[in-house]
């Protein structure tokens, strides 16, 4: 059976928002999702500490599951891309700090395929970066970091719908999870 890790972001933990839902689409496809919790405060996504910090969390839990997960993750979480590229691991990005060279280093490295999300009105988000580094990129005009855009909550429910069907199609292109 195949497996998914879950890395939040540094408000919200697995389960919430986003990435209940990413989860969710691994999950229809047959995988154990394994939902990792921060062990305490963690430092800002962008603070120079956070890709060691991040990685030192979420290495037990790799270790843990051991083969090779797909790894979903949001904001803090893609400091974990040091760890896709090590570990040559899928990812789906969601939010990812593309303002922090370390991140678009490790995602630089990487050779196993990902998707990277992400919205207009967000500054931690750089389109011209993420379609540079992967053809797989679903780009929100005006969404913000938490992938709100303006208008109606309805707008923004649409967007999620958007990153959920993303998620599921870019699964389905690179053939994850792999029947064999």
């Known amino acids: 059976m195949p497996d998914v890790i879950v890395v939040p972001g540094r408000m919200f933990g697995p389960a919430a928002g986003m990435l209940m839902y990413a989860g969710t689409?691994?999950?229809?496809?047959?995988?154990?999702?394994?939902?990792?919790?921060?062990?305490?405060?963690?430092?800002?996504?962008?603070?120079?500490?956070?890709?060691?910090?991040?990685?030192?969390?979420?290495?037990?839990?790799?270790?843990?599951?051991?083969?090779?997960?797909?790894?979903?993750?949001?904001?803090l979480g893609s400091n974990a891309a040091a760890l896709a590229a090590e570990r040559s691991l899928p990812a789906v990005w969601l939010t990812p700090i593309l303002d922090s060279p370390w991140?678009?280093?490790?995602?630089?490295?990487?050779?196993?395929?990902?998707?990277?999300?992400?919205?207009?009105?967000?500054?931690?988000?750089?389109?011209?970066?993420?379609?540079?580094?992967?053809p797989h990129v679903l780009e929100i005009d005006q969404a913000d970091h938490g992938m709100y855009v303006p208008g109606p909550v309805a707008d923004s429910i649409a967007v999620l719908g958007r990153i959920v069907g993303a998620i599921d199609d870019f699964l389905e292109t690179i053939g994850w999870p792999a029947q064999g």
């Open 103 to 134: 991140v678009v280093a490790a995602l630089e490295r990487a050779t196993a395929p990902f998707l990277l999300v992400g919205g207009t009105g967000d500054t931690m988000w750089d389109g011209a970066a993420a379609r540079r580094l992967t």
């Open 25 to 75: 689409v691994a999950e229809e496809r047959g995988a154990t999702v394994h939902r990792h919790a921060w062990s305490g405060e963690p430092p800002w996504a962008a603070d120079p500490s956070a890709e060691s910090w991040v990685v030192g969390e979420v290495t037990p839990v790799l270790d843990a599951v051991g083969g090779s997960p797909l790894l979903i993750a949001k904001s």
